[in-house]
């Protein structure tokens, strides 16, 4: 629990000293307060910031009516008489700050440290809202459950003497109830959460087994975060309610500091896979920073679309991507431009690949389609090769209009090396001239097919009884095409490299004719 003494102690660093205090500096500070003059709102907080107050007088008052016990204010002592007079005779320490040191220092100094203080006891992370949820109980007098915007449970008090079955439940199932649900929604609870900050009172229903609840939105600005339930048979009076709300201006800041270390642990993993995959020369100590085992790899690549809004739920598969400890989770990934990359332990056994791919798959909504490309086996250092190969996979995939939820660079290495000539051709890196280009411009100038029975006969190997099965024509007709051919352009199919160009550029040139 932060005190006041180490408040003290702590802001004397960042030019803040201490001009009024009360008897004991062993007071236990549990909330912040910033003055906003635009919410005329009753709210309490036991540190009450002084921003944008003109005087210490004014900032004394102002605290006072918050029941603060310490007051912050920026300015240049000496400090008005009248202002200590009121500030000990309400028992409201005053801490002078400079004006150099900006209110958003103070701002993350103040919270982090009595959020921090809050964490103490019992850890930080979930367990620090689980004491916050039983230290609001207490003040409440009844007991507290908190809960996400999804009504799913994420702390509640350990006072379950007076539980009621619909509490029991919403605690052992880890959420409410889909029956509670549907009567929060037909009683316009949700409807009240998602555009008031005033606590609302949830009747008794003997037939949910619902003994009645007091309820507050927890919210960020216009985002609702969650929500802080109250067992009670009745309302609760005025002075709770404030405690309440209260309580649901610091849940909002515990679960604000989560999101931002989770976004920040992203941030750190983001940017060291983002090394990997464009080449880092110390590949092998970046997956040891990354906590991935020594080993070989595979780049998975994947877009996300929603109907027609190409690339829309890129965001929320990254998020399911690195949800949970490092520890639990197989892979790393990141998020470039439109594309989630993701690192996996995985030899030449893809099994693990596609097994992780169906988990993200299973967690996203019904109506998000995915697309992935998997790449092959790489070392720490081949990585950027694994990426474009994955890169490739997951373009040959989004072309096909059904198929297998990902494409891997194994099983695809040959129509992604004729991907990779038609986007050389698309850029005009193949001759223009030669005989397949000579022999397109005559079949398009005289209606003839002599294309598709050089390709037929290709295909055939040089059997003329084949080429022409393919073609649906006698094999003496493939036979004097292919000498009309002969006589119109350099042919030479005697020569292996000639009939291996000619492959080639037929498939960049003429894929999918028949």
Not at 324 to 335: D, H, N, V
Not at 377 to 397: K, N, Y
Not at 430 to 441: D, K, M, N, S, Y
Not at 463 to 474: I, K, P, Q, S
Request: glycine share 8%; net charge neutral.
């Amino acid at each position: 629990m932060l005190r006041l003494d180490r408040l003290v102690n702590v802001l004397g660093g960042y030019g803040a000293r201490l001009c009024c205090a009360p008897a004991s500096r062993e007071v236990e500070l549990r909330s912040v307060m910033v003055h906003d003059p635009t919410d005329t709102r009753p709210t309490t907080g036991d540190v009450f910031l002084a921003v944008g107050v003109d005087s210490a007088a004014d900032a004394v008052r102002l605290a006072r009516s918050a029941r603060a016990s310490v007051v912050l204010v920026r300015g240049s002592p000496p400090l008005e008489g009248d202002a200590l007079a009121d500030a000990r005779d309400g028992g409201i320490a005053v801490l002078l700050v400079e004006p150099e040191v900006s209110w958003s220092q103070l701002f993350g100094v103040v919270y982090g440290l009595v959020l921090e203080g809050r964490e103490t006891e019992a850890g930080r992370g979930p367990t620090g809202l689980f004491a916050f949820a039983d230290t609001l109980a207490a003040e409440v007098g009844s007991a507290v459950t908190i809960e996400d915007q999804m009504s799913r449970v994420l702390a509640y008090s350990g006072l379950q003497q007076t539980a009621d079955p619909a509490r029991l439940e919403t605690i052992l199932g880890r959420r409410v109830p889909d029956t509670m649900r549907r009567l929060f929604k037909r009683e316009g609870v949700f409807a009240h959460l998602a555009t008031s900050d005033e606590p609302l009172f949830v009747a008794p229903s003997a037939e949910h087994g619902l003994t009645g609840r007091m309820v507050v939105a927890v919210r960020a600005g216009r985002e609702l975060l969650g929500s802080i339930w109250v067992e009670c048979q009745r309302p609760l009076s005025e002075e709770r309610r404030i405690v309440l709300g209260d309580g649901a201006r610091a849940v909002a800041l515990h679960l604000l500091r989560s999101r931002v270390s989770a976004d920040l642990e992203r941030q750190v993993e983001s940017d060291l896979v983002i090394r990997l995959l464009e080449g880092a020369p110390d590949a092998p100590a970046v997956v040891s920073r990354l906590g991935l085992p020594p080993g070989r790899f595979r780049v998975i690549a994947i877009q996300a679309h929603v109907a027609e809004e190409r690339h829309a739920a890129i965001l929320l598969a990254f998020e399911r991507a690195t949800t949970g400890f490092g520890w639990s989770r197989p892979g790393r990934s990141t998020l470039f431009g439109n594309t989630l990359y993701t690192l996996l332990p995985c030899d030449n056994d893809v099994t693990p690949a596609h097994d992780w791919l169906a988990s993200i798959v299973n967690v996203l909504p019904r109506r998000v389609t995915v697309f992935a490309g998997i790449g092959g086996v790489a070392e720490p250092a081949q990585l950027p090769a694994s990426r474009q190969e994955a890169d490739e996979s997951l373009a040959l995939r989004a072309g096909r209009p059904g198929g297998a939820l990902a494409v891997v660079y194994d099983e695809s290495w040959d129509e992604i090396l004729l991907q990779r000539l038609r986007a050389a051709a698309s850029s005009g890196r193949v001759p223009a001239r030669g005989p397949v280009a000579e022999l397109t411009r005559h079949d398009a100038e005289h209606g003839t097919r002599y294309i598709a029975t050089l390709r037929a006969w290709l295909e055939a190997q040089g059997e003329l009884a084949a080429a022409a099965g393919r073609l649906d024509v006698h094999p003496n007709t493939v036979r004097y095409r292919l000498r009309r051919m002969a006589e119109l352009t350099d042919l030479r199919l005697e020569l292996p490299e000639k009939r291996l160009a000619m492959i080639i550029a037929l498939a960049v040139h003429q894929d999918g004719q028949p």
